[in-house]
C-alpha cells in the first residue's frame, strides 16, 4: 500500500539544486518526521513519495512551483545602506523588524555607496529541487 494522506512518516533526505549543490541533509542527524498532507513540507515532496514503502529509495525534481515558488521582484527594495550594519556583506541574510513585532528575513542582494537592494525571496524561490530520500518508518 505504501505512503498514504495521514501517515506519519520518518525520512533521511538529501536536498540539492541542479548543479548538484547540497542546500540540507538529514544524514548525520535524525531522520525527518511528518504527517503526509498536514502541510508540514513542501507539497511537490509529498507527491513524490506517495506509495513509498520503508526501505525505499528514490531520487526526484521538484520544480519551483511546487516547491517555494518563483523569485518575485516585489519582494526584492531598496534602503539607504546608512540604515545596515557597517560590516555587511553581498549575501549575508538580516532580520527586517516590523512595527507589529513580526519581523522577515531578507538576503542583502545589492550594496553601493548609498542604496541597498534587500531581497525577501526565500533562498530557494524560482530553484528546482532535487531530492534523494530513503523511507525509514511509517506509522
Not at 513509498?52 to 521582484?73: H, N, Q, S, W
Amino acid at each position: 500500500m505504501g505512503i498514504k494522506n495521514g501517515d506519519k512518516v520518518k525520512i533521511h533526505y538529501t536536498g540539492m539544486l541542479e548543479d548538484g549543490q547540497v542546500f540540507d541533509t538529514s544524514y548525520g542527524r535524525q531522520p525527518l518526521e511528518f504527517v503526509v498532507g498536514a502541510g508540514q513540507v513542501i507539497a511537490g515532496f509529498e507527491e513524490e513519495i506517495m506509495g513509498l514503502e520503508v526501505g525505499d529509495k528514490k531520487k526526484f525534481t521538484i520544480p519551483y512551483e511546487k516547491a517555494y515558488g518563483p523569485a518575485r521582484d516585489d519582494l526584492k527594495f531598496s534602503v539607504q545602506r546608512s540604515v545596515l550594519p557597517e560590516d555587511v556583506s553581498i549575501g549575508d541574510l538580516l532580520e527586517v523588524h516590523q512595527p507589529d513585532g513580526n519581523f522577515f528575513v531578507v538576503r542583502v542582494e545589492e550594496l553601493g555607496d548609498e542604496v541597498a537592494i534587500l531581497d525577501a525571496n526565500h533562498p530557494l524561490a524560482g530553484k528546482n529541487l532535487v531530492f534523494e530520500v530513503e523511507i525509514v518508518e511509517i506509522s
